[in-house]
Nanobody, 127 residues
């Protein structure tokens, strides 16, 4: 079992920054990767970014490239999502998630591949 706890959400003005944290614990947590997703009411969870624990390979949705940066601290089993130049359309509940096993680059973007989820943290970007 894997446990994930997000923190760092809040209210920020457009153009501002926030850093989200995802603390991971549990069996084999460091073997694979952690993904960030976001969700707004009535919509499916949307892939934001992911990072592999071992080699630090990173992946981003086109909508956040150049503005968001994902990183990890293996010693702390924590993944961070630095969000800069925030826009009102970034408003959502942000979740971190972990897969049960290795994921290929074709399917790491799908929320269906992640059985382990945190409780979510609200990010609100105002005009």
């Amino acid at each position: 079992q894997v446990q994930l706890v997000e923190s760092g959400g809040g209210l920020v003005q457009a153009g501002g920054s926030l850093r989200l944290s995802c603390a991971a614990s549990g069996r084999t947590v460091s073997n694979y990767l952690v993904g960030w997703f976001r969700q707004t009411p009535g919509k499916e969870r949307e892939f934001v970014s992911a990072i592999t624990w071992n080699r630090g390979f990173v992946y981003y949705a086109d909508s956040v490239k150049g503005r968001f940066t994902i990183s990890r601290d293996n010693a702390k089993n924590t993944v961070y999502l630095q969000m800069n130049s925030l826009k009102p359309e970034d408003t959502a509940v942000y979740y971190c998630a972990a897969p049960r096993g290795p994921l290929g680059t074709d399917n790491l973007y799908s929320a269906d591949e992640y059985p382990y989820w945190g409780q979510g943290t609200q990010v609100t970007v105002s005009l």
